[in-house]
Each structure stands twice: as C-alpha cells, then as structure tokens.
C-alpha cells in the first residue's frame, strides 16, 4: 500500500470529511495520486511532498479550529506510518483557519508540470519557461523518479524560446532558475547570478564532503570544519528549494559574498593532504570562507549571549510584563507543537522570541531576537547559560532581585570556560 493511500485510510478512519487534490492542485477523487488531503471540517490540511531522491516528507497543517485531543491518536498514526515510509513528519499551527484559497491558486500558479517526454529528453514545464533535461542514459518509464536522474545537461528555455545552458546538473537549481526566468527574470540578473553562485557552492560543498568521505578524512581534528560545511549545504539547498515557490521567491534577498584574502589553511586540518592530487582550489577557497564565516558567526553569538547575562547581572529594567495565561506564550500553547527530536530547542527559541516582543527594552529586544534565531548553534556551555536566563525572565518578569543572587542563578550550570568569560 502507497504513503498515500495509508494516510487516506487513517483520515478516513477517524471519520474526517476529505478533499483530495494532486500535485498541481487540481481536485481528485484517486487517494493514490493526492498530494494534499484537506480536512475541510476539522481545519486541517495534510501535504505530501516528494523529494528529488524519491524520499518523503509528510507535513500536517492545522488552523484555530483544529482540536487536538479529539485527533492526538490519529496525529500518532500518522507519524507511525510516515516513519515507516522512512519519510520525516512534521505538524505546524497556524493562528487562522485553512481554506483551499490558501494553498490552491499558489500551487497551480507555481506549479512545476510532471516531467515527460522522450527516452533521451525530459521537459518540465511552468507558465512562462520550462526545464530541459537531456539524460545520459535512456529514460525507463516504469522506474519512478527517473526522469531525474542520469542527467547529462540542463537547459533553462522562456517564453520566447531563448534557450540558457544551466551550467550545474543539479535539477533542484534549475527549477529555481526556472522560477525566475517563468517570473521575468534572466539568468543574468541579480537573482540569476545568486542562484548561479548558490549552485555553485552547492556543488562545490558536496565534492568536498565526497572527496573527505571517499579518503576517510575526518577525525576529531577536523570534523568541525566538515559539520561547518554540512550545515553551511544544507542552508543553501534550503533556500534554493524555498525560490521554487512564490512565497519563498519574493522573499528572497540577494546578498553578496564578501572575499577575503586571509582565509584560514583548510586543508591543513587534515591529517593526509589528498586535496594536493585532486583539483580541489575552488573546493577549498569556498570550504575556507564557510569555516571562517562560521568562526565569525560563532563570535557574534557568544558576546550576544554574555551581554544578555550583563543586562541581567547588572539588573537593567527590561520593562518586560508577561502575562503567564496569554496564549501566545510558548507554555501554553498544545504541547504537540513541541514535539519530537527537536522539540526541545523549537520552544526555548519560541521562549526567547515570546520574551523578545515582551520587553520595551531596544537592547533586550535585539540581543533576545538574535539568540532565538541561533540558538540551535550555540555550543552546550553557552546553550545552557541561555536556558537559565530563559527561565529567569520568565519566572521573574517585572520582579527585583538581588543582584548576587541573579547572577548566581543564571550560571550555576554552565561549564567553567563560560564563567570565566562572563563572570
């Protein structure tokens, strides 16, 4: 039984009233090709997101309407059988009710067509340009997912039939670059040339994660530089995916990459120096700049967080007043929210942004946003000095206390190297 036709069963089975719609968000009445399943009663839309490996992603979506308790055995199941299509599961609330006219002119509006075409040919279509795709092996139709995959060249084409040569095979850039050329864009724009450039990196990261794996390069001496580069790969193909859609592309910044002349010796931090056999120049000047800007980013970090422990060492007025029943702190939202291996770390940064739009304090407000949007990269010294602060705030909004005692309770668990520096 497919993904699909599982999640069908257990929506129907705790008696909801459906409506199905395809990837093109077009109605269906076939549970077997329904990528959105809308719950038009119970406010609840479940979405089912296909990935370029063939993996999954199962996404529920409630609104205000959406009662939990009545649903937590059903929400269970769904997690059960997406964990057994080895798919990831996640649920989000939104503070309005779900209507098809969220989600359904968009998804027809962005859409990107099903990829067809010839043995040796794919095309994928979208209102004002399409995706060539020219395989280096013929297409098996029977195989799913193959019209992504044994790419030799990607061609972007507009509306006119300009054809542009995508210099990447990477199919994932293309539907963005396509994205922009169907909204008016060239590949020579501004945003084109910060697509090129993301793609670039893209490919770039992945050799050297390739080259690291194959030669059995990392140990303890480096592994930081190789997660720097991880993380730093999956930021950018986030974002990348994220052009593909409307929202995700007119929200798009274009920022410029600053060279620097004093990088660090990335290659130095490896035991056996392969890169030097390898044409890896590029490789490396990229890898160098995401570690150094890693090390810079880490920086900012801690003196945001040892100047929110001066603030409250040195008892400024935070002028914060928090109302502990007020439904949008994170304490009194429906648990469910939270849950989940990341669970944990998504209420403290909804705690510290909660805390954030609380105080009247400028300084606060700053040094609070910023910590909640990094607080996943905070090393376990620092993470836990944020966590004391955290339940300080909230425990002691528009309360005095006495200074020593302030201090003290902030830091008791945090390691020596921490104290040394805020002490």
């Known amino acids: 039984m497919t993904l699909a036709e599982e999640l069908f069963n257990i929506l129907k089975g705790a008696n909801l009233k459906l409506r199905l719609f395809d990837t093109n968000g077009q109605k269906t009445l076939d549970e077997d090709s329904a990528a ?35 649903h937590k055995k059903m929400l269970e199941q769904i997690k059960q059988v997406a964990h057994n299509h080895m798919s990831e599961y996640n649920i989000r609330k939104f ?67 300009e054809r542009f040569a995508f210099p990447h095979r990477y199919l994932q850039g293309a539907k963005a670059m396509a994205k922009h050329v169907s909204m008016g864009g060239t590949p020579y724009d501004a945003i084109g040339e910060s697509i090129l450039d993301t793609c670039k990196q893209i490919v770039e990261c992945n050799q050297f994660l390739r080259h690291v794996r194959t030669n ?43 060279e620097d002349d004093n990088q660090v010796d990335v290659s130095g931090k490896f035991l056996y120096n392969t890169f030097e056999t390898a044409n890896m120049d590029a490789v490396l000047s990229t890898v160098a700049r995401i570690v150094k800007e890693r090390d810079s980013m880490a920086d900012m970090n801690k003196e945001k967080v040892i100047a929110l422990y001066n603030m409250i060492k040195d008892k400024a007025d935070f002028n914060m007043n928090i109302d502990i029943n007020d439904p949008e702190h994170p304490n009194n939202e429906d648990p469910t929210k939270y849950s989940g291996s990341s669970g944990v770390m998504a209420k403290l940064s909804s705690l510290l942004s909660f805390l954030a739009k609380s105080t009247k304090n400028d300084e606060a407000f700053n040094l609070l946003a910023h910590i909640s949007g990094v607080v996943h990269d905070l090393p376990k010294d620092q993470l836990s000095a944020v966590i004391k602060m955290v339940n300080y705030l909230v425990n002691n909004a528009g309360k005095t206390a006495k200074k020593e005692d302030v201090g003290e309770n902030i830091v008791e668990t945090a390691t020596m190297t921490l104290r040394r520096k805020i002490s």
């Open 216 to 258: 059995k390069l990392v140990n303890e001496g480096n592994e930081n530089v190789v997660e720097a580069v991880r993380s730093k790969l999956q930021e950018m193909k986030n974002n990348i995916r994220s052009l593909q859609t409307s929202r995700g592309y007119n929200e798009f910044e274009v920022s410029a990459i600053v």
């Open 36 to 70: 959105r399943l809308y719950a038009y009663e119970d406010d609840m839309l479940l979405t089912i997101r296909m990935n370029e490996d063939d993996s999954a992603e199962v996404v529920v979506q409630v609104g205000t309407d959406f009662v939990y308790n009545a």
């Open 95 to 161: 503070s309005k009710t779900i209507a098809p006219k969220d989600f359904a002119q968009d998804v027809v509006a962005e859409a990107y067509s099903k990829a067809h075409g010839s043995i040796k040919t794919s095309y994928i279509n979208l209102p004002e340009a399409r995706i060539v795709i020219k395989h280096s092996k013929g297409v098996n139709e029977e195989i799913r997912g193959a019209r992504s995959r044994n790419i030799k060249s990607l061609f972007i084409e507009n509306a006119a039939g």
